[in-house]
């Protein structure tokens, strides 16, 4: 059986445990969510650059970014048949909201309500990349009122609920002490304590590292690499990206206007584009032949900020990309969203089944414990067994002590045995460090290499008790893939 569907029985057993009683319809829904898109809060410091990464990754502009009342609520992004926004206030019940599309932004009207007033709003939109995957925007830590402080860390570490999100990508601009404490208690629950499996770390606002250099990613990508490798944030989040989100959603949202505007400069001899793009405000106010309004400059540096259009009109000029097509692909691709992309698919996506089952279990195990009826030690005994049992579990747990420094060996053999988890990613061939493209008897040699050398570990007297407990965890990764390869042939 499935960890899924072993999860749903352990479930289905739990709702004729208590049913008729106040957990009854939690439960339901718990099971439900089993089947529904993964979810995925983004969360980080106040402007932190969240709600525009948002955006990218849905690749419209769904989400307000700077000021308004809606950055301060908790946000839910849902695919559906059609457009609607429906607002749960604390006290009440839900209602529909009125917005407006302006210029792809959407305005919700909060009709009446505070954000203080209102829990959560849940935009349903068609849109394509919200099939895989619910986002949830949340206001900014450390912001401006307490309370909204409070609000999101409820969402992400609620005391007496399922934590809403299964997985969380958490920005981070230069490392805080805010931001270990949070991640910390996002990551302070059963599974693995603390946790690095579902959260993935972004250097956000990339570009402005460097200070809009042309070279601002190269820096953003060395910094991201040293912070992925600090124990620190290795023990909270998996690995660290840089994504110069605002790039990112411009490309993915860009328009003919404003390609034809780069164009502009990118007409200019090499050394007066330059000059002009010293700075955002020469840019603003100097060389009026360049046939551009004050205002028509103002929008796009809004959009691009000043690496943006440096970045964009270079492309323009060396031809790299010639039409907006051609200029979205490389902008998104350089502004690291492609990467961030691939590595959501390979942490959480491929991994979903785990998030999921590990969200439900969490939110059983804390029912059980809160609440004994009859039946439900059996429950209880059910969700444990699972959780001890179940490989994927395992993995992560091993992963987890790795990530906490509490395995050691040298250092090729903890890089691989992580890998080999699944730490990387848990496609086969990531597992074996071999191409994505690789043939299935190429993947079936180097497993069973990899299962030997593994059980020779396991087995050598001389291996410490944590890394004989990791190896045998190895062991049975190394089988699952060979039984899976075998089932193909
Ligand atoms: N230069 C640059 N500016 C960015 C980037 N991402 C966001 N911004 C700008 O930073 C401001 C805040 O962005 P948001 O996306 O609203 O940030 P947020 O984290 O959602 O903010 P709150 O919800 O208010 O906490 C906006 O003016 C964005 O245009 C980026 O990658 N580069
Ligand atoms: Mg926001």
Known sequence: ??????????????????????????????????????????????????????????????????????????????????????????????????????????????????????????????????????????????????????????????????????????????????????????????????????????????DEIGVGRIDSMASARRIATRLGTDANVRRLVQSVVPVAGLLAETAVTLTEVEVGQLRRVADLPVRQAEELLLSADRFAQTMPELGLTSIEREALLARFGVFGVRLASTLLRREVAGTATELSRELADRSGLNNLREIIESLFFERRDVLKSRSALLALAEITRSCARPGSAAVAAGVEEIMASAHPFNELRVLSSLRAGWISGKPDVVAELEQLIGGSGSSTSQRLRLPPDAADTELAATAEQALARWQRRAENPMTSYEMTVAARVAVRSCEGMLAVLGRSR
Request: charged share 25%; with cysteine; net charge negative.
């Open 1 to 206: 059986m499935t960890l899924i569907d072993r999860t749903r029985t352990v479930l289905t057993q739990a709702i004729a445990v208590y049913r008729g009683s106040e957990h009854d319809r939690r439960l339901t829904a718990v099971r439900d969510r089993l089947d529904e898109p993964l979810r995925v809060a983004v969360a980080g410091r106040v402007k932190a650059g969240k709600s525009t990464l948002l955006n990218a990754l849905v690749g419209e502009r769904l989400a307000p970014t700077d000021a308004g009342e809606c950055t301060r609520v908790v946000t839910w992004y849902q695919d559906g048949h059609s457009y609607q926004v429906l607002a749960v206030p604390k006290q009440g019940e839900p209602r529909q909201l009125r917005f407006t599309r302006d210029d792809g932004v959407i305005d919700i009207d909060l009709g009446g309500l505070s954000s203080a007033e209102v829990a959560q709003l849940v935009v349903t939109w068609p849109a394509r990349a919200l099939r895989t995957v619910t986002l949830i925007d949340t206001p900014g830590i450390g912001s401006l009122t307490e309370q909204n402080a409070q609000h999101t860390w409820g969402l992400l570490v609620p005391d007496d609920e399922e934590t809403p999100a299964d997985a969380v990508v958490y920005l981070l601009r230069h490392l805080h002490a805010n931001d270990i404490e949070f991640l910390r208690a996002f990551h302070d629950t059963e599974v693995s304590r603390p946790s690095p499996v579902n959260a993935i770390g972004v250097l956000s606002r990339a």
